[in-house]
């Protein structure tokens, strides 16, 4: 089992409706998610960061976090073809040398169509 | 602030030969990291760094070595290239280490 699983997609998406994208993770030590955006032939860049249980909402994009079932969620509503892309779900959970690490998704290819 | 710098962006390098991909960043961050990604793939951290002068192992370390002398550069050194080696680098950096990454540009390695 991996650590961060994520549905590699790809996930087809109507243009205006909202795309729905899940991310599980395995070690109840983690403590921070992330969610990123990456373009093809591009390099990851951050959409958000949710550290509590609950919503966290940033103009479009909605991160929902839920410790107790180990699931992290972007919603991303009014869906535009420029939020074609793949998104990468990061979990940062705690290492044995009592640092962190970046546990990394493969990645839900999204496709938004017109 | 120009962030998190990779150079080159592009590179053939023919078997057994070696190189060295630069990565610079101008934020003061602790934490550094390289990672590759094959096509189609996730990341895979080779080496990570969690200041200067200190370095450790990823899951894909073996035939690349890694240097932390500043805190701002974190060289990755390719002895003997491999056609297994050809992939997407990116480099990426944090503050601290619960807080977000943020990542260079990359670089495309071929070995041919």
């Known amino acids: 089992q991996k650590e961060v699983e994520q549905n590699s997609g790809p996930l087809s998406v109507p243009e205006g409706a909202i795309a729905s994208l899940n991310c599980t993770y395995s070690d109840r030590g983690s403590q921070s998610f992330f969610w990123y955006r990456q373009y093809s032939g591009k390099s990851p860049e951050l959409i958000m960061s949710?550290?509590s249980n609950g919503d966290k909402e940033d103009g479009r994009f909605t991160a929902q976090l839920n410790k107790a079932s180990q699931y992290v969620s972007l919603l991303i509503r009014d869906s535009q073809p420029s939020d074609s892309a793949t998104y990468l779900c990061a979990v940062n959970r705690p290492s044995m040398d009592s640092n962190y690490q970046l546990i990394w998704g493969a990645g839900t290819k999204l496709i938004i169509k017109p | 602030n120009a962030g998190v710098t990779q150079t080159p962006k592009f590179r053939i390098l023919k078997i057994g030969q070696s190189m060295t991909l630069q990565c610079a960043q101008d934020m003061n961050h602790n934490y550094m990291y390289w990672y590759r990604q094959d096509p189609g793939m996730g990341l895979k951290l080779i080496y990570y760094s969690v200041g200067a002068g200190i370095t450790d192992k990823g899951e894909v370390p073996n035939g690349y070595n890694v240097s932390r002398s500043t805190t701002e550069d974190f060289p990755l050194r390719l002895e003997l290239a491999a056609p297994s080696q050809t992939s997407v680098y990116f480099c990426?950096?944090?503050?601290?280490?619960?807080?977000?990454?943020?990542f260079g540009q990359g670089t495309r390695l071929t070995v041919v």
């Open positions: 949710i550290y």
């Open positions: 990426a950096s944090r503050l601290l280490r619960d807080t977000e990454a943020f």
